[in-house]
């Protein structure tokens, strides 16, 4: 794209390029002459309501007069049976008050007659209060009480009034005293015409002032703009010469481009620690990232920790710490080498094999791991339990670190309620369900905020499996997929043994699910092999109504997950369409 030369602005293709400085004058003098206008209008309306209000405190004063002249008038009318004297009296009153050219008074009877009308330059001839609104406004206020206060009406000739009325019960009429509107606005207006050509000057002014002081400001923005296009045009990035600029932040903001080449592989270093190993590839190689997805054929790991909402009651913000010790470790561990694991002493000792999974998200105490993406083989199920099973110890670790800390601790003195508290909140326990399946694999959202996401069935179930360890009181549960993808590789048969659990109907399905305990040899006492096998025996009978059989056989089960079963029972029979599926109330 070439730059091309304007007689007034340079031109890259097509384009023209408007300078900066051009742009902040035109908006200075914009908003110069907006805030000029907008000051002074709101300051004349703010003047106009004061004038209002001021002369609404004059009028009090000049009803106040009137209102005792027609007190003392009604008594002499009473005495003199002289009415029209009396009112001719209350004329004269209202008119020696008199300030503006138009001002008025009023004697308005509840059915809109008038007593008497007096006013200087009179517009129109009051026979008869016109405003029927206003004076529903009045007939409604002394209704309930309220014999005084402000009204505004149209006269005659339809011109606006303001002002203020009191009832006057012996008259039986309300005395207004009023103004006409536009005789403040007016004034007002007289007051803009002296105000906008000294603003028109001052603008011009300031017009002249502002292009000679931005040509200077800016003269060193052109430089910077050329070094610009020309690295747009050789599709390079390049160093601007600075050597001249004068020490401001156009100069700084040249200086921080000056900079962006070097720290480009530190960005993409940071890029990746918010996204998956295998979008910052696709990025760097295929120069951008589309909205676009495929079914893969993955399995997929969910994990939890167990009461995190008490956790965070009771270490507050400290609950972040927490979590960053676990999720170091979590991360490490789906993003590590795939391993042969082994424990020795509560240690783990690894050797390298191939790649495990990513991580497809981290949400508040979950974290979603994905295997298989470099290639839907088996060994990715293979690659979650191992991950699944590193996640407990990992887990299981900490506690015991917890642990030892307490027991120094408590040798030296006693424990506080709240440290107990406390020591209690560190001792992490997490679940972790693992189902696999074809799922969509890709690029979410807009071109303007994307994300790379795992969506499908299997996703959901994953997550539902982590809940069912807290039912059945295990740390892992698999489905059959998984199940039956380790156990097709012969040889692993004699390190993995899947033991079924339940068949169970997961809230927001319609059909029931084998679950199964992955039992790995690496990890698990060889004597829960004995107890599964009692757990299966009266699994099976339970399976087929046989309930009385099947509770004596769980009873001498020792594992947790048996009395699971005891409780669901209790001395219960065996419902007579008993199908086997326990249907899940919960997530």
């Not at 040509?215 to 910077?224: D, G």
Request: hydrophobic content about 40%.
């Amino acid at each position: 794209m070439s730059e091309k030369k304007h007689h007034v602005f340079q031109r890259v293709g097509d384009t023209p390029i408007i300078p900066i400085s051009a742009k902040l004058l035109v908006i200075f003098i914009m908003l110069l002459l907006l805030s000029n206008l907008l000051t002074n209008f709101i300051t004349l309306s703010l003047s106009q309501r004061k004038v209002i209000q001021l002369t609404n405190e004059i009028l009090v004063g000049q009803l106040k007069t009137l209102y005792t002249t027609a007190d003392n008038q009604y008594q002499i009318s009473l005495y003199s049976q002289d009415e029209e004297t009396s009112l001719s009296a209350l004329r004269e009153t209202a008119e020696s008050d008199f300030s503006q050219n138009h001002s008025l008074a009023l004697g308005v009877r509840t059915d809109g007659s008038i007593l008497f009308a007096e006013a200087r330059n009179m517009l129109g001839a009051w026979y008869r209060f016109s405003d029927e609104e206003s004076l529903a406004t009045l007939n409604k206020n002394l209704s309930k009480g309220q014999t005084e206060g402000t009204v505004s009406f149209k006269g005659s000739t339809g011109d606006d009034y303001f002002g203020v009325y009191k009832y006057h019960p012996q008259w039986e009429c309300f005395i207004i005293r009023a103004e006409l509107r536009s005789d403040t606005q007016d004034s007002m207006l007289r007051v803009m015409l002296i105000i906008v050509p000294i603003i028109i000057v001052f603008i011009i002014i300031f017009l002249v002032t502002g292009i000679v002081m931005f040509s200077r400001l800016f003269a060193n923005v052109r430089h910077i703009t050329s070094s610009l296009y020309r690295m747009q045009e050789n599709q390079k990035l390049g160093l601007i010469d600075i050597s001249d600029a004068p020490n401001d932040d156009i100069t700084y903001l040249a200086a921080s481009f000056n900079s962006l080449s070097s720290n480009i592989d530190n960005l993409l270093t940071t890029f990746q620690k918010f996204v998956s190993q295998d979008v910052v590839e696709r990025a760097y190689s295929e120069q951008a990232i589309n909205l676009e997805g495929k079914p893969r054929d993955l399995t997929i790991l969910f994990s939890d920790i167990k009461s995190f909402t008490y956790r965070t009651e009771v270490l507050g913000n400290d609950i972040i710490d927490l979590l960053n010790v676990h999720y170091d470790k979590v991360i490490r561990i789906i993003q590590s080498e795939s391993t042969v694991t082994s424990r020795n002493k509560k240690a783990l000792a690894t050797t390298q094999d191939n790649s495990r999974g990513i991580i497809g998200s981290i949400i508040g105490d979950a974290i979603l791991g994905i295997y298989g993406l470099k290639d839907s083989r088996a060994r990715k199920s293979v690659d979650a339990i191992q991950s699944a099973w590193e996640i407990i110890e990992s887990t299981k670790d900490l506690r015991e670190k917890m642990s030892a800390r307490r027991q120094q601790i408590e040798s030296e003195r006693k424990l506080s309620a709240s440290e107990l508290r406390v020591f209690d909140a560190v001792m992490l326990e997490v679940g972790v369900g693992i189902d696999g399946g074809e799922v969509f694999y890709g690029t979410i959202g807009s071109n303007d905020h994307m994300t790379n996401t795992v969506i499908g069935d299997r996703v959901n179930s994953a997550s539902r499996l982590e809940g069912l360890t807290r039912e059945y009181k295990v740390p892992i549960i698999v489905s059959g997929y998984v199940k039956d993808e380790v156990l097709s590789q012969k040889s692993l048969e004699e390190r993995y043994k899947f033991f079924e659990i339940d068949t169970v109907q997961v809230k927001g399905k319609t059909e029931g699910m084998k679950v199964y305990f992955p039992y790995d040899s690496q990890f698990c006492d060889s004597a829960l092999v004995d107890e599964f096998e009692i757990y299966e025996k009266a699994l099976k009978l339970y399976y087929d109504g046989k309930w009385k059989e099947s509770r004596a056989l769980f009873r001498t089960c020792t594992m947790p997950v048996a009395t699971v079963f005891l409780d669901r029972m209790g001395l219960k029979k065996a419902p007579e369409d008993w199908s086997g599926i326990w249907t899940m109330k919960t997530k």
